[in-house]
């Protein structure tokens, strides 16, 4: 049997995206330090997985766009238990849901953070 660890996500600014997923999630900042290629690295999320949120000294000019390019992340799901109350949190964030959707088995919405990452919230209850 296999289980996802962790994925690894570069952006702008990592501080500020783990401060989002922490807010957000309710999740807690289980590593942080300098990583590979003079960059910095926070590992963001629970006991059992992770986002590993890196970032490298150069500042990034233009739009990442993952859905043009054969390998690139297109988004990232998050299983919640209180998806309306996430909802909120989103918003609160200055961030716009959007692509709402009930289906078998549970029910959806999807945002971009400031870095155009996309994520997938869910609640199957």
Known sequence: MASLEHINLTVR???KT???LVDLFDWQIRWEGESIHDGYTL???DQNSYLAIY???EKFDGELRSYDLV???NHVGI???DLDGVEKRVKAAGFSPHS???YEP???FYFKDSDGLEFEVINYS
């Open 13 to 15: 600014d990592p501080k």
């Open 18 to 20: 783990a401060k989002l």
């Open 43 to 45: 590992h963001v999320g």
């Open 55 to 57: 970032g490298r000294k």
């Open 71 to 73: 390998g690139g992340l």
């Open 79 to 81: 299983v919640v238990d």
């Open 100 to 102: 709402h959707a009930d």
């Open 106 to 108: 549970g029910r959806r």
